[in-house]
């Protein structure tokens, strides 16, 4: 769709092709269209209104034990971080407020303090690999609707995970080229 503008971050998958091949398709997906922004491969703070900031990003590593835990763990850093912006001067008051985390291809939300936190799902289905360790991929993305006050307080959010059918071996089906 158009209208809007699209922040789009690689995953290690895009990354590794990258150093491997000199290849970066995050460049190449926003030299398409004027309304695309690469934000890179790992971690991108974008304002989606004054003084707030939604965090993309992509961590490292495998599913945890608990769906919650590595968007809880991120969450306490960043949390950490806005903290010393704010005592170096850096920042007049903490700025994130949504997480969106990627990698995992699991869904969950969660607020931590003032800050929402979501593991954003995918839109891989099933791989080899993944039945290999047994998981199941939460195929499908978030939509938020979120108020927040005066001083940037979140008051009030609805979120809605659109959930999709996992297409068996789609990718056979994919034409992977670019066409002008």
């Known amino acids: 769709p158009t209208g809007f503008t699209w922040f789009i971050m690689g995953g290690n998958h895009d990354h590794s092709f990258m150093k491997k091949g000199g290849h970066n398709i995050i460049n190449a997906i926003a030299a398409q269209r004027d309304d695309i922004v690469a934000c890179g491969f790992d971690s991108a703070d974008i304002e989606i209104m004054e003084n707030v900031h939604l965090r993309m990003w992509h961590p490292k590593g495998g599913v945890p034990y608990s769906l919650s835990y590595r968007v809880q763990k991120g969450i306490e850093q960043i949390a950490m971080e806005e903290l010393i912006n704010v005592s170096e001067g850096a920042k007049a008051k903490p700025t994130i407020k949504f997480v969106a985390a990627g990698h995992?291809?699991?869904?969950?939300?969660?607020?931590?303090?003032?800050?929402?936190?979501?593991?954003s799902g995918t839109f891989e289905g099933r791989t080899d690999y993944l039945k290999r360790l047994g998981l199941v991929p939460a195929?499908?993305?978030?939509?938020?609707?979120?108020?927040?006050?005066?001083?940037?307080?979140?008051?009030?959010?609805t979120p809605l995970f659109w959930r999709f059918r996992d297409i068996p071996d789609d990718y056979k089906k994919y034409n992977h080229s670019f066409h002008d």
């Open 104 to 119: 995992l291809h699991t869904q969950f939300q969660g607020t931590f303090g003032d800050i929402l936190g979501f593991q």
């Open 139 to 157: 195929i499908g993305g978030w939509t938020f609707r979120a108020w927040v006050d005066k001083e940037n307080f979140m008051v009030h959010y």
